[in-house]
């Protein structure tokens, strides 16, 4: 995210940095849980597999083929689900559909009102769990520093006003492990 521009104003430049900063965070955020999405539907397709004999572990779920991450499918996988893990890929799967979309809306609004009301990098370090600050190692301080810090009982109460986002960023990972 190092970049510099000499051809629109500082704040415009910074307004333009803190929204790429805003999507390398948001993406590391569901790239985590995409990961752990993508592993239990692996688990989906094998336990599958195991129930139906030992077939390719691939299933069809409303007209949509699925396979193992990383493989590509073919016409002669698998498309059956076994009728006692119906109930487990409904779920998965309803849970995707919906909460997902209720989610990436609940972070993303989160992680811009952090990047609005942050002044410095320390600000941002402090309101974005440690498990998300990979993308914040390559923010350059000399653009999106515009301030001294917050102080700490601001920074508290940023997070009281905002905690349905905070909130929201926990429950993602925690329901994840929950289900496997």
């Known amino acids: ?26 993406d590391t955020i569901f790239l985590e849980f995409d990961k752990e999405t993508y592993s239990r539907l692996d688990e989906l397709l094998h336990e599958n597999a195991l129930m139906l004999g030992g ?7 409303k007209n949509q083929l699925h396979v193992p991450y990383g493989h590509k499918p073919s016409p002669a996988d698998n498309r059956a689900i076994h009728p006692d893990l119906l109930q487990k890929v409904i779920e998965h799967f309803d849970r995707i559909d919906f909460d997902l979309i209720v989610q990436r809306n609940r972070v993303d609004n989160y992680i811009s009102n952090i990047l609005i009301f942050a002044q ?29 810090g917050a102080s700490a ?9 905002n905690r349905v986002g905070l909130v929201e960023l926990q429950r993602l990972f925690l329901t994840d492990l929950l289900m496997l």
């Open 1 to 26: 995210m190092r970049f510099r521009s000499s051809t629109v104003s500082p704040q415009r430049f910074r307004a333009q940095y803190v929204l790429a900063v805003r999507s390398a965070v948001v």
């Open 55 to 61: 077939v390719t572990p691939t299933f069809a779920y």
């Open 120 to 148: 410095n990098l320390t600000d941002l370090k402090a309101l974005i769990p440690k498990r998300f600050h990979r993308p914040l190692m390559e923010v350059d301080e000399d653009v999106f520093n515009i301030g001294n």
């Open 153 to 161: 009982d601001a920074i508290e109460e940023f997070k009281h006003k």
